[in-house]
């Protein structure tokens, strides 16, 4: 039997690197959840859309066709992966994704990519809200310090240098933004597990992950 596997949590916990192994380990098809948020907000920006104006949006987000080209994401056919990381769309991305008009577009083709199961997808409101009856749920968690090194590491590797305050400032207001929206707001589903990652390595958390699928594979 195939499953869904749900893994939300905070900024910078290690979800996408954890999740895309674990995929790949079970073979699965992987799903990062913020990167379409993510590339809607670089929509938005490039064509300096005010998303606080419905009208605008609707009509923007009316043009705005998001896919996959196995972990790449998609815009218009444009390949926008380098794009979606930048500082500028991580101080915009918690806004564009507390409007509800986005949430409901993505969440309704984050449904439609699970119907088949065999997929992991991560985010904040996946155990919650997408795939409320997901076989396997986990909530990633991790202390602010580590999670600020491990995101300057990320943006780092790809090119950009930024100081840790920034970053860590940046992590702390997303964490109250998603926190707090009235749509969906990240918060672990009563049924998830929580893996706190401060002490543990990639490979000692996709263990876990793996270890947990299997066992509910397995039992059924
Ligand atoms: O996982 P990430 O940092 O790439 O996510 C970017 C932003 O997208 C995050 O600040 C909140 C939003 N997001 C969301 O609201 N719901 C999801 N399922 C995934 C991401």
Request: with cysteine.
């Given at each position: 039997m195939k499953i869904v596997i749900a893994i939300d949590g905070y900024s910078g916990t290690g979800k996408s690197s954890t999740a895309k192994q674990v995929a790949s380990r079970l073979s699965y098809t992987y799903i990062d959840s913020g990167a379409m948020y993510r590339a809607i907000t670089y929509y938005l920006l490039t064509h300096n859309?005010?998303?606080?104006n419905e009208q605008e949006l609707s009509k923007s987000l009316a043009n705005c066709t998001l896919s996959f080209e196995g972990s790449s994401i998609l815009v218009n056919n444009q390949n926008v992966d380098h794009e979606i990381r930048t500082m500028q769309v991580n101080q915009n991305v918690s806004q564009v994704s507390a409007i509800s008009e986005v949430r409901s577009k993505l969440v309704e083709q984050q449904r439609k990519m699970g119907e088949q199961k065999g997929v992991v997808m991560d985010g904040?409101?996946?155990?919650?809200?997408?795939?409320?009856?997901?076989?396997l749920k986990v909530f990633m968690t991790a202390e602010m310090d580590i999670r600020a090194e491990r995101r300057r590491k990320e943006l780092e590797k790809k090119g950009m240098n930024e100081s840790l305050e920034v970053i860590k400032e940046n992590l702390k207001e997303r964490d109250r933004i998603d926190s707090s929206?009235?749509?969906?707001?990240?918060k672990m589903a009563d049924d998830a597990k929580e893996i706190?990652?401060?002490?543990?390595?990639l490979n000692q958390q996709i263990d876990k992950i793996v270890e947990m699928a299997e066992s509910i594979i397995y039992a059924s």
């Amino acid at each position: 039997m195939k499953i869904v596997i749900a893994i939300d949590g905070y900024s910078g916990t290690g979800k996408s690197s954890t999740a895309k192994q674990v995929a790949s380990r079970l073979s699965y098809t992987y799903i990062d959840s913020g990167a379409m948020y993510r590339a809607i907000t670089y929509y938005l920006l490039t064509h300096n859309i005010d998303f606080q104006n419905e009208q605008e949006l609707s009509k923007s987000l009316a043009n705005c066709t998001l896919s996959f080209e196995g972990s790449s994401i998609l815009v218009n056919n444009q390949n926008v992966d380098h794009e979606i990381r930048t500082m500028q769309v991580n101080q915009n991305v918690s806004q564009v994704s507390a409007i509800s008009e986005v949430r409901s577009k993505l969440v309704e083709q984050q449904r439609k990519m699970g119907e088949q199961k065999g997929v992991v997808m991560d985010g904040r409101d996946i155990g919650t809200v997408v795939f409320p009856d997901a076989e396997l749920k986990v909530f990633m968690t991790a202390e602010m310090d580590i999670r600020a090194e491990r995101r300057r590491k990320e943006l780092e590797k790809k090119g950009m240098n930024e100081s840790l305050e920034v970053i860590k400032e940046n992590l702390k207001e997303r964490d109250r933004i998603d926190s707090s929206r009235k749509d969906s707001p990240l918060k672990m589903a009563d049924d998830a597990k929580e893996i706190d990652t401060s002490r543990l390595t990639l490979n000692q958390q996709i263990d876990k992950i793996v270890e947990m699928a299997e066992s509910i594979i397995y039992a059924s």
